[in-house]
């Protein structure tokens, strides 16, 4: 095992899946020449060339359109959005092109390429670059989306995307880029669809992705100090979800409280309590609750945004609510 | 295909130390007299030298707060850019409209919002511009008709062609300015915007600060046509080439573009050509990855502060020490922007969930000013310009 960050984790799986099969290749803003936006495709451009590492102009709707072009007729791109907020000019291509593909023409044209790129907010980006869109995406049937939080999660989750045969959009964390953790040695791939317990508790179930693993695990460890011990259920993927993890969980605890990273309808709190409901109604002892972003936009300011971003102290206080230890 | 004039009056940078500012016609509202006189010709100048002055000033103690963590996220300068920005909007009437892209900070003060709250937003304070809400990339005002920094590359283009429909469906006589890269001209926002704006005919001035990169790709890397103002021909329309470190050849060439806009109702693509002298955002080199330092020193040659100051001082128009005092002023201008941004308090944390939506009752439509500030809450829901959000 060696200590590696994510960034490096996201820079190994291109490497080894781009040095195994000549039809995968790299395209997006800054990938090649500047060596990526936020370095993830450090050293890819002189290790593999102009082939197959391709700067585009900012223009993300016809480079997706690109992608699925060269996708239907035999390539397995890797598109980079420089941020998912960016892709939001793509997502015609990527909800009528890529995902419903296959189905429209009746199995005939699968779309094997990964759409990926940092989601969510940093620090004080400001409302058009602090959108965590996992939600939104795992809306749309014939796409597969995934959310690695760790390194090791990064790399087999990145390598499992280029291989599956569907479009995967892998949504990745800038601040989690240089964050560090064990990623086992020689060929590492995590299936997509598979949940992983983080941390393992009895007390209360904890069930999140993302970046927000980070959150959860800092939440956990708090409340370990005052003997509450929580399970930390890491979705990974969120489309398909691994519903079978959730009511494992659950069914151990009888409490859950859902933290993602963006805002609450339509989220993926709604969706895992609606799983929950259905599947665990008889082993509940509380109402689920959510930890997610406020209603708003994101704001700038930095008090404003700490308040409006979802933190371990809102998930500590979330647990404690469904323990009824919150007096 | 007759009514395509380029409409070019200036030489585009030649990476010469000595082209200098053209002596122009410095007046191009439709109202004023083709050559003032010598007096108003000169303080149209220290104008135009202070106002530049006093936004690099600005953007170097910008800087200067970023590193000291005082300004967050992200934060675009604009030096180097200063003449393209200053020219164009000194041709503005008050109720004309302005709206740019995330390099915002100087456009924000060649405008007239003042230092103090522009300081005060990068510091998300509630006294800034956009009330601390939306920071270095997102300034706004009303009062001022800047309608805001915009994050997303291409998309203040259309947003420019609604504003430009809105005028000519009042029947008004203003125009709107609308800045962004020259990389932003490959994004399909450009074209759909451009053929809205040539088919119906509306009041819009496009500025295209080409500044030959957009982060690190260079133009010629990103575009499959390098004349960018070539573009315009697709969409009937109107274009120029300025050279983007000649405030005086700006002014000229937006203030033609104004006049056709406001008297004919019809579309400009202006291309200023310009060079951006510091990273393309605090998080990159100045120079190293995708331009080289010697381009860079070529480039430094021209600074469009420099450029005015040598032509003034030729025309005698301002002694060494007057430049030395004028720069003293905006010094102090800007250390008591930052000393009120400092001092003034963060936002109160009611604001997070103010002005997601518009409450009670919204008031009639906007007629035609959006600095009016009775009909506030009709368009936007921002508050009256000058009262922060509790
Ligand atoms: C749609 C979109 N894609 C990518 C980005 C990231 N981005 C921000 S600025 C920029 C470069 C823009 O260059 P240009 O238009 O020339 O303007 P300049 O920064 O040079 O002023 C990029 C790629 C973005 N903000 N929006
Ligand atoms: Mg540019």
Redesign the interface.
């Known amino acids: 095992m060696a200590t590696i960050t994510y960034r490096d984790a996201l820079n190994q799986a291109l490497r080894e899946e781009m040095q195994r099969d000549d039809r995968v290749f790299l395209m997006g ?2 990938v090649a ?3 990526g ?1 936020y370095k993830v495709s450090k050293g890819l451009l002189q290790e593999f060339g102009e082939r197959r590492v391709v ?8 480079f997706a359109g690109v992608g699925v072009g060269a996708a239907m007729t035999g390539l397995r791109p890797v598109i980079e959005f420089m941020t998912w ?2 892709a ?2 793509a997502l015609d291509q990527v909800v009528n092109s890529a995902a419903k593909m296959l189905y429209m023409s009746g199995g005939q044209f699968a779309v094997p390429m990964v759409f990926r790129g940092p989601n969510g907010a ?8 602090s959108q965590a869109w996992e939600s939104w995406l795992m809306h749309i049937p014939g796409l597969k989306v995934v959310t690695p939080g760790t390194p090791a999660d990064a790399k087999g989750l990145l390598k499992s995307a280029i291989r599956d045969d569907n479009p995967v959009l892998v949504l990745e964390g800038e601040m989690l880029y240089n964050t560090k953790g064990e990623v086992p040695d020689g060929e590492h791939l995590v299936p997509l669809g598979v949940a992983e317990l983080k941390r393992s508790g009895e007390h209360c179930s904890i069930i999140t992705n993302g970046k927000m693993v980070l959150v959860a695990l800092q939440a956990a460890d708090q409340l370990a100090k005052d003997g509450i011990r929580v399970d930390v259920l890491d979705l990974r993927t969120v489309r398909p979800m691994d519903e079978a993890a959730i009511m494992a969980t659950v069914r151990k605890t009888n409490r859950a409280v859902v933290l993602e990273e963006g805002w609450s309808a339509s989220g993926i709190g709604g969706h895992v309590a609606d799983v929950i409901q259905r599947e665990c109604f008889d082993d509940l002892d509380a109402p689920v609750l959510r930890a997610h972003q ?4 994101m ?6 945004e700490r ?2 971003k979802p933190d371990a102290a809102k998930t500590i206080a979330a647990v404690k609510r469904v323990m009824y230890l919150d007096s | 295909m007759t009514n395509i004039r380029p409409t070019s009056t200036s030489t585009p940078p030649s990476g010469t130390v000595a082209a200098r500012p053209s002596p122009a016609p410095v007046n191009a509202a439709p109202s004023m007299p083709a050559a003032p006189p010598a007096s108003d010709t000169r303080e149209l100048h220290r104008e135009l030298l202070r106002m530049m002055l006093l936004q690099r000033r600005f953007e170097e103690r910008c800087a200067e707060a970023y590193a000291l963590g005082k300004i967050g996220g992200f934060s675009h300068l604009y030096i180097g850019q200063e003449a393209t920005g200053t020219g164009a909007i000194s041709v503005l009437r008050p109720d004309d409209y302005v709206i740019t892209t995330y390099r915002d900070h100087a456009q924000a003060i060649a405008r007239g919002i003042t230092p103090r709250s522009v300081m005060a937003e990068l510091f998300g304070k509630a006294a800034g511009c956009s009330h601390g809400k939306g920071g270095s990339m997102h300034l706004f005002s009303r009062e001022h008709n800047f309608l805001g920094g915009h994050g997303i590359v291409g998309a203040n283009i259309p947003i420019a062609t609604g504003v430009a429909f809105g005028i000519k469906y009042r029947g008004g006589d203003q125009v709107c300015l609308c800045f962004f890269g020259e990389a932003a001209v490959n994004n399909g926002a450009f074209h759909e915007a451009l053929n809205m704006a040539g088919l119906w005919k509306l009041p819009v001035i496009y500025v295209i600060e080409n500044n030959r990169y957009g982060m690190g790709t260079a133009l010629e890397r990103a575009s499959a046509v390098n004349d960018i103002a070539e573009r315009a021909r697709a969409y009937d329309m109107h274009r120029a080439v300025v050279d983007g470190q000649d405030v005086l050849a700006v002014r000229r060439v937006v203030g033609e573009a104004v006049q056709r806009a406001r008297t004919e109702r019809l579309p400009t693509l202006i291309e200023s050509r310009t060079y951006r002298f510091m990273g393309h955002s605090m998080s990159d080199a100045v120079a190293g990855t995708y331009r080289s330092r010697a381009e860079l020193d070529e480039q430094l040659k021209r600074d469009p502060i420099a450029l005015l100051r040598a032509y003034m001082h030729e025309r005698n128009e301002i002694s060494e020490s007057e430049v030395a005092e004028l720069d003293a002023a905006v010094r102090a201008e800007c250390e008591d922007a930052w000393q009120f941004a400092d001092q003034s308090p963060e936002p109160e944390l009611g604001a997070l969930m103010q002005n997601v939506t518009v409450e009670g009752d919204g008031g009639p439509a906007s007629g035609d000013g959006a600095s009016s500030a009775d009909n506030s809450n009709g368009a936007g829901g921002a508050p009256p310009a000058a009262e922060p959000s509790s």
């Open positions: 803003e800054e020449v500047y060596q936006a700067d585009t102009p900012i223009t993300e709707l016809g907020n960016f939001l000019l940093a620090l004080q980006l400001g409302a058009q670059h406020a209603d708003a936009p704001p700038y300011a930095k008090n404003l308040a409006a």
